[in-house]
């Protein structure tokens, strides 16, 4: 039986070049708002080897804790397999200077930026002891940011940054932090990146063998591929030590 996958933002866009992708490996469950969406854009139907999962980021705003998670443990066939591969996906966009915020723009970029990721970690951990794979999707607004995505910037760092941290946590297996850069589904791709590139990068890059902790910048004009520095494996003689010290090789 392959290992689960649940891939939250994996109904369009990146996430669902992702999930498609993941289907090699893993059963794949795909979270959303819209089923018409996700058949249109798989291709597929709900029978076959990627199952939809109604998922929806907002109304778990309103709880104390995301109900979809609970939910999802007691949707799933095999009650007894736990979610081997955790894929974080979900984002907007919101071009505003931080004088035009209102206190919703806030409250609604920090929950499904920061907040809401943190929250179902925290109770896939609680429900079963470990996350084997964790993939954050971030943005290279992370360490490149313009003056009108101010939360948008600040979402994606402070992800990373928590994608960074827990994979010191023993809980976890190997996590993954991919940022790309600006992508066009429909347009020219020559200077954007093609979303089916980005999520092959990923999933190729994920499955390194002895991955513990690996950052990769996916920059675009041209599309290239750049694993940071912080990048670790579990066979490593010489483990980075926590808080991101590391000794560098001379050149
Ligand atoms: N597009 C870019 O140029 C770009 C560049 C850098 C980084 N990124 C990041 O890459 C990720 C994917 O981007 P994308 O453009 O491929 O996204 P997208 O096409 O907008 O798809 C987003 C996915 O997240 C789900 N989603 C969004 N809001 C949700 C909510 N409130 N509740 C439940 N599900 C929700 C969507 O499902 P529904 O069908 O329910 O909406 C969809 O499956 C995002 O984190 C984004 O910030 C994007």
């Given at each position: 039986m392959k290992p689960i996958a649940l891939v939250i933002?994996?109904?369009?866009?990146l996430g669902a070049e992702i999930s498609k992708l993941l289907r090699a490996t893993h059963k794949v469950y795909a979270a959303g708002r819209n089923y018409q969406s996700f058949t249109q854009f798989m291709?597929?139907?709900?029978?076959?080897d990627i199952s939809y999962v109604y998922w929806d980021i907002d109304f778990d705003q309103?709880?104390?804790?995301?109900?979809h998670v609970s939910a999802f443990y007691g949707d799933?066939?095999?009650?007894?397999?736990?979610?081997d591969l955790l894929v974080y996906c979900p984002g907007f966009y919101q071009p505003s200077l931080v004088s035009e915020l209102n206190s919703d723009d806030i409250d609604r970029m920090l929950h499904i930026g920061l907040t809401y990721p943190v929250r179902v970690i925290k109770k896939i951990i609680e429900k079963q002891?470990?996350?084997p794979g964790f993939i954050a999707v971030t943005s290279t607004s992370q360490w490149s940011p313009h003056a009108n995505e101010p939360l948008y910037a600040a979402v994606k760092a402070g992800l990373a940054a928590f994608a960074h941290a827990v994979?010191?946590?023993?809980?976890?297996g190997r996590v993954m932090v991919a940022a790309p850069a600006r992508m066009k589904?429909?347009?020219?791709t020559s200077k954007y990146l093609d979303p089916k590139w980005v999520a092959q990068q990923i999933v190729q890059e994920y499955q390194?063998?002895?991955?513990k902790y690996k950052f990769m910048k996916i920059l675009r004009d041209p599309a290239q591929v750049i694993i940071d520095p912080s990048t670790r494996y579990s066979?490593?003689?010489?483990p980075v030590k926590p808080f991101g010290f590391r000794f560098l090789p001379k050149e």
């Open positions: 933002g994996g109904t369009r866009g291709g597929i139907s709900r029978e076959h309103k709880q104390n804790a995301p109900l799933i066939k095999d009650r007894d397999q736990p979610i002891n470990v996350l994979s010191f946590d023993p809980a976890f589904p429909d347009q020219d390194q063998e002895n991955l066979d490593e003689k010489d």
